[in-house]
């Protein structure tokens, strides 16, 4: 075994960095996130796992502030004993591991689409891995035997790296979900779903409907990831090690669907500086939208992606617009063949306009009729 301290964390960092490079390509060979924007962000990660240790040993130096004792000697009961530490080390990692992500998009605006959000709060959370498992590989060396440091190591760079990631990306989701509250709250009443828990809670604390969403939304993929994390290291301190491997399967599964729907995917601006003017008027505008919303409830999705499309080139920067399409998308088969030849087709903006208005009338005397 090496003896000095500096070669075993030079060999720990190798070696660690082995199964955090493979998450990486796993998770950004197809990204058009900037990479000198996801090493900043994957450094910052790596710092919040000291920064957590930093706070551990303040902990340790003043015992008054110190929240895991205060747990360990107030909870008689083990079981609630652990759930109660883990909940509180779910929520002090996930909540640091988010605060490196706000770091990135306050200072490069990186977060265009939920997908942004979802792959830098990933990659937030493999830093943050990496750095542990350099930590547990230093601290067990010597302290193991050979074929027992390979199986942690193994465990860790597969389960426990990966369970930091769906944990970090759970929450990060929900984070890009509330940087577009004004347009998915729109959107969402035109369908006929406005949520009537953020209504009051708007109306509690006398702040406008978006704004309660987006706090909404906030808090709850914080709770989500620290639940999640909790019961995960819940169910190793107790060995239950199926329960565990199927989480984590699931769990990926999970991401990976989520960076595949179409929703995802859109560029939702929130600068108004960057947005192209509409050639549509704001009458005619509401007019559509409402009738989108009524076939969204209707499920006509063919119907709506087609006049999405249309839409888009007049108002090609219309975030609600852009939702409809998304979320029609999603619902429309695959082996749909409109869904196929949707991009080659409705590109003559003089069919368009002549279409446009067709459809509009026809909405207005139906309107008018009624």
């Known amino acids: 075994m090496l003896n000095s301290p500096a070669l075993v964390i030079a060999l720990a960092t190798t070696v660690a960095a082995i199964p955090a490079a493979i998450w990486g390509y796993l998770f950004f060979k197809e990204t058009d ?57 779910g929520a002090m990692e996930e909540i640091i591991k988010h605060f490196a992500v706000r770091i990135i998009d306050k200072k490069t605006v990186a977060i265009k689409t939920l997908n942004n959000a979802l792959r830098l709060s ?9 750095a542990e498992n350099i930590y547990y590989l230093y601290s067990l060396w010597g302290a193991l035997a050979v074929g027992e440091l390979v199986g942690v190591f193994i465990f860790r760079s597969v389960f426990t790296m990966c369970a930091h990631m769906i944990f970090s990306g759970i929450f990060g989701f929900y984070f890009g979900v509330s940087k577009f509250a004004v347009d998915i709250t729109k959107q969402q009443r035109l369908v006929g779903k406005a949520d009537l828990s953020t209504r009051m809670v708007a109306k509690l604390v006398n702040i406008p409907v978006p704004k309660a969403h987006r706090e909404k939304t906030i808090l709850k993929g914080l709770l989500i990831s620290v639940g999640m994390h909790a019961a995960f290291n819940y169910l190793l301190q107790y060995n239950m090690m199926i329960p565990v491997i199927i989480s984590v399967v699931l769990g990926y599964l999970f991401l990976r669907y989520l960076l595949k729907r179409k929703a995802g995917h859109l560029v939702l601006l929130t600068d108004v500086s960057e947005k192209e003017k509409s050639m549509l008027p704001k009458k005619d505008e509401d007019v559509v939208l409402e009738l989108l919303g009524l076939w969204f409830k209707d499920r006509r999705y063919v119907d709506v992606i087609h006049i999405c499309e249309r839409l888009l080139e007049r108002d090609p920067d219309n975030n609600v617009v852009k939702l409809f399409k998304a979320k029609a998308m999603d619902h429309v088969d695959d082996k749909n063949a409109y869904k196929k030849i949707l991009k080659s087709v ?12 067709n459809i509009i009338s026809k909405y207005l005397e139906q309107k008018g009729n009624s």
Not at 122 to 130: D, H, P, T, Y
């Open 346 to 357: 409705l590109r003559s903006k003089d069919d368009l306009s002549v279409d446009d208005r």
């Open 33 to 89: 996130i900037r990479k000198l924007h996801l090493i900043i962000l994957f450094l910052l990660g790596m710092l919040t796992a000291p920064t957590l240790l930093g706070v551990q040993y303040l902990w340790n130096i003043n015992p008054t502030f110190n929240l895991s004792l205060l747990i360990e000697t107030r909870i008689a009961q083990v079981s609630l004993m652990y759930a109660a530490l883990f909940t509180l080390f």
């Open 122 to 130: 990933i990659l937030s959370g493999l830093g943050f891995a990496f």
